[in-house]
């Protein structure tokens, strides 16, 4: 259900680029937000009813991918500007 209503606002979103009408793409665009509502309404009544659960990491979990990263030391390397294109 919830796959459903994604792909079709994904393929309302695609459409929407190659309608010429200036109103139906109009029409069509706005229908991508009501789609958007829908499958956040389908999702929260699939979550609550457990047919859709999103995965949560336990505490430990969090912190341990968190201090598997070490801060980056030295400046960012950034492309020179200045020099011309060939």
């Known amino acids: ?46 979550n609550k009813n457990a047919y859709y659960q999103v995965p949560q990491l336990t505490p430990s979990d969090t912190q341990q991918m968190l201090q598997a990263y070490i801060p980056a030391t030295g400046a960012p390397q950034m492309p020179n500007s200045n020099k011309p294109l060939h």
């Open 1 to 46: 259900m919830l796959g459903l209503i994604k792909s079709h606002a994904s393929l309302l979103g695609m459409s929407c680029s190659e309608i010429t009408n200036g109103t139906v793409r109009r029409v069509i665009a706005s229908q991508i937000q009501h789609f958007i509502e829908m499958a956040y309404e389908i999702f929260m009544f699939q």
